[in-house]
């Protein structure tokens, strides 16, 4: 097919890797390498938060494909290696080894990395941040200690950290300025659902607070509020949410805003130039507008999309955004896109923490979070895009199936 030609993915993580397996997939047998920062190969990391961290999983569990499927698929995996240097002209990339690479397309994986703290203290030992296998390695050796942690934010790490620390058996206490945990996306209504969750299992909620410090001698040993409490602690993780990493792209001229802008095929500002996973903003057909989704599934998904797109099909990236999360014995998926809505749903009663909660625009459903419910992503999904008009009692009667609210529709399911 195109064997004189070089594909380059910079980013060896999830989109990054399921990309390198569909071009080979899809036939390209032309030269094809994954570029990797990090020194394992590539790995999912929701296991990182969750069972990884309680040592209840090992390292084999977390890798996107076996340690032979680079070598047999004759993907030239280069770990340890960051991609330093982007000429979109020429088409070249210059990796930190001094290598310098030709390309005829480009894929940019390159992913998030956590916003750090800088506050008085941030740069104590004990003060943690999670993002790769050996964060969570540091931060197991940690829980394996015991002793009280600390949690600065409650979002989705920060609320995952708490409950798997708890599940440890140590003292946990988080700390955030909204009023409920995770509030941004889920609103009071329903972070107050969690915020119990959490407290009914010993978490101590410290809310509408922030941090102004952490203290100590060498290590973090207090944290300090904004409002002026102190907690002692032994270790502090800090979970207040991630950027995009752009600078290769913005070094190389590609447009880059919050992320790296993408149009529904995954296509940069540069032709030959696609970015998939949480660094891309990516036009969204479902939504009008561009969007950035930082989750495991919208990473599985888009680097399949960009590879096809790479080897010349118009394929659209429009499935609609999709996580999971697990906290204690409390699973949820949550599927949709809503910055904003009027009302919020409920189908069944949240105190039995088996439920389904809508979040509804204009009598039409813009996301919904399945509690302890399972196999209803499709339904939910269906939904969403079928932007058909719902009755709030039908969408609440759990005796109303939930196919007979919205017809189904093909794609979208996670
Ligand atoms: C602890 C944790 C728990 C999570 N839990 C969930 C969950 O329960 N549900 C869910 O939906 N999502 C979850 N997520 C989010 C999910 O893991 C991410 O959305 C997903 O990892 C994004 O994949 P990615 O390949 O786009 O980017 P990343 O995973 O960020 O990978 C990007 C890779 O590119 C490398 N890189 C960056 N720059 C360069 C360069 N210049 N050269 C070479 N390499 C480079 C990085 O080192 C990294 O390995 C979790 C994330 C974390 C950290």
């Not at 993580?13 to 590539?42: K, Q």
């Not at 058996?169 to 700390?175: M, T």
């Not at 602690?233 to 995009?244: K, L």
């Not at 509690?371 to 339904?379: F, N």
Request: proline share 4%; aromatic share 8%.
């Amino acid at each position: 097919m195109s064997s004189e030609q070089t594909f380059i993915v910079a980013g060896a993580s999830l989109a990054g890797a399921t990309a390198a397996e569909a071009l080979r997939a899809e036939g390209y047998d032309g030269r094809l390498l994954l570029i990797g920062a990090e020194s394992a190969r590539p790995y999912e990391r929701p296991p990182l938060s969750k069972e990884y961290l309680r040592g209840e999983a090992g390292r084999d569990k977390v890798y996107v494909h076996g340690e032979d499927f680079y070598a047999e698929d004759d993907i030239e995996l280069r770990l340890g290696t960051t991609a330093t240097g982007l000429d979109v002209t020429g088409r070249r990339l210059t990796l930190d080894d001094g290598d310098e690479l030709r390309f005829d397309r480009l894929l940019l994986a390159t992913g998030a990395e956590p916003r750090r703290l800088s506050i008085p203290g941030a740069a104590l030992d004990g003060v943690l941040y999670l993002r790769s296998v050996e964060d969570s390695d540091a931060l197991r050796e940690r829980l394996d200690r015991g002793g009280s942690l600390v949690v600065v934010g409650a979002g989705w790490i920060g609320a995952e950290v708490a409950a798997s620390a708890r599940q440890r058996g140590l003292d946990v206490s988080v700390i955030d300025p909204l009023s409920v945990p995770l509030e941004r996306v889920l609103g009071a209504e329903v972070g107050a659902i969690y915020r119990d969750i959490h407290t009914d299992h010993g978490v101590k909620m410290l809310l509408g607070t922030g941090v102004a410090a952490f203290e100590g001698t060498t290590a973090v040993e207090r944290v300090r509020t904004s409002d002026g409490r102190t907690l002692d602690c032994d270790f502090v993780v800090v979970g207040v949410g991630v950027q995009p990493r752009t600078a290769l792209a913005a070094q190389g001229g590609v447009y880059v805003g919050d992320g790296i802008v993408v149009d529904e095929y995954l296509q940069t500002s540069k032709p030959g130039v696609f970015a998939a996973g949480d660094v891309a903003m990516a036009h969204h057909p479902l939504y009008g507008r561009g969007i950035r989704v930082e989750h495991w599934a919208n990473a599985l998904h888009q680097g399949p999309v960009a590879a096809r797109n790479m080897l010349g099909r118009s394929d659209q990236f429009d499935r609609v955004p999709y996580f999971f999360s697990d906290q204690y014995e409390v699973g949820m998926e949550y599927a949709g896109y809503a910055p904003a809505w009027d009302r919020v749903v409920f189908r069944g009663d949240p105190a039995s923490r088996e439920f389904i909660t809508f979040w509804l625009v204009d009598d039409r459903v813009v996301a919904g979070m399945n509690v302890g419910v399972w196999d209803v992503t499709d339904q939910i999904q269906n939904l969403i895009r079928a932007r058909a008009t719902v009755d709030d009692r039908r969408l609440a009667d759990t005796d109303v199936p939930l196919e007979d609210l919205a017809p189904a529709t093909e794609t979208g399911v996670a």
